[in-house]
């Protein structure tokens, strides 16, 4: 349940439409709905603009088919998370609509044309960072966000950088994914004028340690304004920036 859904329960209310009980019994499953292998937060939604997001490593194909069901009673727009091909075959059993991003690894139930705003823009080093680019790229649409990306533009050929600089610039939000060295992130911190979030990613040889080195040059940048989330955290990345963006646009 979101505001508009809140309002228009009250409304009801107000015009006899729907009586105490049955209000009530909506009204009861708000805070969260206890289901024994999981406590699912319906009331998220009211206080943080968006619905509880599954992640789907760890958790049986049953658990995620359930949570998806419980949530979609009340949720557009439901993101789960590092799913692979059998976990969307799992969401498309249930029968609900849903759209598979396969680089991005998330399934979208119920996927809503909701208005995008602003300007968020995903920068990744190399192709091998456009996976966990694009689970940011993905959350940040999917949360009503207008998205760029601009891929494959990495330190070591720095002029393809600076021939997408304007689009930078627009941007109310930043997302720089990388691995290697992670030096890209400190590089467009020194060009941009709002936040830049660094995600560092697992892509490297073996002196980069998994993307503990990215992660910690990123944590080490003299740019101001770089800050940085988890290693391959594109969800992350993407969640935050979409906070920054809708701040940045509200009227």
């Given at each position: 349940?979101?505001?508009?859904?809140?309002?228009?329960?009250?409304?009801?209310?107000?015009?006899?439409?729907?009586?105490?009980?049955?209000?009530?019994?909506?009204?009861?499953?708000?805070?969260?709905?206890?289901?024994?292998?999981?406590?699912?937060?319906?009331?998220?939604?009211?206080?943080?603009?968006?619905?509880?997001?599954?992640?789907?490593?760890?958790?049986?194909?049953?658990?995620?088919?359930?949570?998806?069901?419980?949530?979609?009673?009340?949720?557009?727009?439901?993101?789960?998370?590092?799913?692979s091909?059998?976990?969307?075959?799992a969401?498309?059993?249930?029968?609900?609509?849903?759209?598979?991003?396969?680089?991005?690894?998330?399934?979208?139930?119920?996927p809503?044309?909701?208005?995008?705003?602003?300007?968020?823009?995903?920068?990744?080093?190399?192709?091998?960072?456009?996976?966990?680019a694009?689970?940011?790229?993905?959350?940040?649409?999917?949360?009503?966000?207008?998205?760029?990306?601009?891929?494959?533009v990495?330190?070591?050929?720095?002029?393809?950088?600076?021939?997408?600089?304007?689009?930078?610039?627009?941007?109310?939000?930043?997302?720089?994914?990388?691995?290697?060295?992670?030096?890209?992130?400190?590089?467009?911190?020194?060009?941009?004028?709002?936040?830049?979030?660094?995600?560092?990613?697992?892509?490297?040889?073996?002196?980069?340690?998994?993307?503990?080195?990215?992660?910690?040059?990123?944590?080490?940048?003299?740019?101001?304004?770089?800050?940085?989330?988890?290693i391959?955290?594109?969800?992350?990345?993407?969640?935050?920036?979409?906070?920054?963006?809708?701040?940045?646009?509200?009227?």
């Amino acid at each position: 349940m979101d505001n508009d859904q809140l309002k228009t329960l009250i409304e009801k209310i107000q015009k006899g439409d729907i009586g105490v009980d049955a209000a009530m019994e909506i009204l009861k499953r708000l805070p969260f709905e206890d289901i024994g292998f999981a406590r699912i937060d319906h009331h998220r939604c009211i206080r943080n603009g968006a619905p509880e997001v599954i992640y789907c490593e760890g958790k049986t194909l049953f658990q995620i088919q359930e949570i998806v069901r419980r949530l979609a009673t009340y949720h557009p727009n439901i993101l789960a998370t590092r799913a692979s091909h059998a976990v969307y075959e799992a969401i498309q059993d249930t029968q609900l609509p849903c759209v598979y991003h396969d680089m991005a690894r998330i399934v979208v139930i119920q996927p809503d044309d909701i208005e995008k705003i602003g300007q968020i823009v995903v920068v990744s080093a190399g192709t091998s960072d456009m996976p966990v680019a694009e689970e940011a790229a993905v959350t940040a649409e999917t949360l009503g966000n207008q998205v760029k990306r601009l891929y494959d533009v990495g330190v070591a050929g720095i002029h393809r950088l600076l021939s997408v600089w304007d689009d930078l610039s627009h941007a109310n939000a930043t997302v720089v994914v990388a691995g290697m060295e992670g030096a890209l992130a400190s590089v467009v911190g020194g060009l941009v004028s709002c936040p830049v979030i660094g995600v560092p990613t697992s892509v490297g040889y073996g002196a980069s340690f998994g993307g503990i080195a990215a992660l910690l040059s990123m944590l080490n940048s003299c740019a101001s304004g770089v800050s940085v989330v988890n290693i391959d955290n594109g969800f992350g990345a993407g969640y935050q920036a979409s906070i920054i963006n809708h701040l940045a646009t509200r009227h």
